[in-house]
């Protein structure tokens, strides 16, 4: 896990850019695997479990964007 402590504003808004970038990636993989003929559940699963992973990292990096506001 990377500390975010230490990472300017326009870092974290960097970091948060590009984990937005690849949880949409993930996401359009995750569509076309779906829409194929046989589908492979265990990558399916596995790129969910990459999404989801991604979609907690970038909830740190907004708390550290906003720490006023509470999750």
Do not use: C, W
């Amino acid at each position: 896990m990377i500390d975010y402590s230490n990472f300017t504003d326009e870092a974290l808004e960097a970091r948060l850019s590009e984990l937005r970038q690849d949880h949409a990636d993930l996401d359009a993989a995750i569509q076309a695997l779906a829409n194929t003929t046989v589908p492979d559940l265990i990558v399916i699963g596995r790129l969910k479990r990459k999404k989801l992973a991604l979609k907690d990292e970038m909830a740190r990096v907004e708390e550290f964007l906003n720490p006023d506001i509470i999750a």
